[in-house]
């Protein structure tokens, strides 16, 4: 969850500590291009350790940030993850700004958080979700151009309300999608969303003003869709389609990616297609194809 808090804003901090948080707040936004959510989340995790400890941050030890980890046991395995994944990131800036000589996080095992698969929809399931969206109404037009996009081409919610008439490509079959950190790729449309992307064109409602000109998907008053409408639409479409898996915008990026492996894509193009820095969080994906022929295999095996 985001915060929309400051940095460095307690008394406690002041001095070495606040400057240390506020230069490396400027490193992750500057150098490292993280999202504004990520940088505010990393600081939040930051501050409130600055705030337990009672030496500088310089002077911090293994021993005291694990202490620090175990008076946080209360947290999930997820959230303890992303703590001392931000505490590495923290003293691995100050190792590189020279301050300190080795990072006291190094050493400490990451909590094993539980990785639950994503809900995938079949084939058939995302034919019936497309073909569930009315197309005798611009926004119905619209809708399916934006559903068959993020199927096409694996779109985050957030990227898929993001783009713009001048990413597509229709002639050369692409999309250019600006994803987290604001990094940019071109990513293959397939020849049905091409399809369904110009029909909507042809009755795009009127920009509200020169800032959407360019955005392809629009609201009823000429502004950006926002991901709430997009989330609401899919659940309702899937309702309509008789899906009673419990799904949301990513689902028809999860199915996207599985779709892709389960037919013989490489991991390695699959990867760059989503926009993942790490091939491992690609691989969850072969374990979602690895369960669906366990089940096949085992529902033929004489001795199941």
């Known amino acids: 969850m985001a915060r929309n808090m400051p940095c460095y804003s307690n008394g406690k901090e002041a001095g070495g500590n606040a400057r240390l948080l506020k230069d490396y707040s400027d490193y992750l936004k500057i150098e490292r291009a993280m999202s504004p959510n990520t940088v505010a989340s990393y600081c939040s995790d930051i501050s409130a350790f600055l705030m337990h400890i009672t030496v500088p941050a310089e002077d911090v030890s293994t021993d005291i940030v694990t202490e620090y980890l175990s008076s ?7 959230s303890l993850a992303r703590l001392l994944s931000a505490l590495k990131s923290f003293y691995n800036y ?5 301050l300190i000589q ?3 996080c190094d050493g400490i095992d990451s909590p094993k958080a539980r990785r639950d698969l994503p809900a995938v ?6 034919d019936r979700l497309l073909g569930s ?10 809708n399916r151009a934006l559903l068959e996009l993020m199927y096409s081409s694996g779109l985050r919610v957030s990227e898929a309300a993001a783009i713009n008439i001048s990413d597509i490509y229709f002639n050369e079959g692409f999309v250019r999608v600006r994803g987290k950190g604001d990094k940019e790729r071109i990513v293959p449309m397939g020849e ?17 003003g020169r800032k959407y000109e360019d955005r392809l998907f629009l609201n009823r008053e000429g502004k950006s869709l926002s991901r709430v409408y997009v989330f609401k639409m899919i659940k309702r479409q899937a309702m309509l389609a008789g899906i009673r898996k419990e799904i949301s915008p990513h689902t028809l990026r999860h199915s996207f990616a599985t779709h892709l492996i389960e037919n013989g894509a490489d991991l390695r193009s699959v990867q760059d297609m989503l926009g993942h820095e790490s091939i491992l969080t690609t691989e969850i994906y072969t374990h979602i194809d690895s369960s669906s022929w366990q089940r096949a295999i085992l529902s033929h095996h004489p001795k199941k």
């Open 72 to 78: 946080r046991r209360s947290l999930s395995e997820r």
């Open 94 to 98: 100050l190792v590189i700004e020279g």
């Open 102 to 104: 080795e990072n006291p």
């Open 121 to 126: 929809l079949s084939a058939d399931e995302v």
């Open 133 to 142: 969206v009315r197309e005798d109404t611009w926004n119905g037009l619209r």
């Open 192 to 208: 049905m969303a091409s399809r369904a992307i110009r029909r909507y064109l042809d009755l795009r409602p009127v920009p509200a």
